[in-house]
């Protein structure tokens, strides 16, 4: 059984802080992992996807994979009030079905 | 940016009927695509994968007769919801998978929200 976990929250920061989200994976043969975001009563958007170790950054955005951990983060810096929504780490593995594995999300508070 | 719609947006329907909800890829070509319900306050819970012309793939749990699925063009699906009930009342969500740049990844329509009386 593939797991994608993830610290349900609530996550609270202040306005202009980081935000670290953090996501571990059961599956050692993942290869692709995505972050979602998902605001009340609206469907995932993409926020960010990465496939190798390390960071990488878009904008305000930096993912961080570990794949020996098996963890994969969000940073998100300069935290805005329009960024309090559900955080969703997904895992795809290394097979042909192209599922994706969710987590449970994580509720992000950024306060003004 | 990939885009998929999906529609309607919402539906209000009585307990009994059918109900149909399509899903398309606007600006590239999927092969494949998902179909999500998530209840209130709840995770994304996969229901079927939609493969363009083949049978779908059903989750287990998932009953095959009651939720049809058709991927008829590389730009379309469909979920018909048959027979619906009260408790089939639900926020269906599609998702697409791009292939193209090498980035694999799924895009999400909007989410129909079903509400059956």
């Known amino acids: 059984q593939k797991e994608v976990e993830q610290n349900s929250g609530p996550l609270s920061v202040p306005e202009g802080a980081i935000a670290s989200l953090n996501c571990t994976y059961s599956?050692?043969?993942?290869?692709?992992f995505f972050w979602y975001r998902q605001y009340s009563g609206k469907s995932p958007e993409l926020i960010m996807f990465?496939?190798?170790?390390g960071d990488k950054e878009d904008g305000r955005f930096t993912a961080q994979l570990n794949k020996a951990s098996q963890y994969v983060s969000l940073l998100i810096r300069d935290s805005q009030p329009s960024d309090s929504a559900t955080y969703l780490c997904a895992v795809k593995d290394g097979g042909s079905n192209y599922k994706l594995t969710f987590g449970k999300g994580t509720l992000l508070t950024v306060n003004p | 940016g990939a885009v998929v719609s999906q529609h309607p947006s919402w539906v209000i329907c009585k307990s009994g009927t059918s109900v149909k909800i399509e899903c398309r890829s606007l600006d590239f070509q999927a092969t494949t695509m998902f179909w999500y319900r998530q209840f209130p306050k709840q995770s994304l819970m996969l229901m079927a994968t939609s493969n363009e012309g083949s049978k779908a793939t059903y989750e287990q749990g998932v009953e095959k007769d009651k939720f049809l699925i058709n991927h008829a063009s590389l730009t379309l699906s469909t979920l018909t919801v048959t027979s619906a009930h009260p408790e089939d009342s639900s926020f269906y969500i599609c998702s697409a998978r791009d292939p193209g740049g090498g980035t694999d990844t799924q895009y999400f329509g909007p989410g129909t929200r079903l509400t059956v009386l």
């Open positions: 599956d050692r043969g993942s290869q692709s």
């Open positions: 990465i496939y190798s170790n």
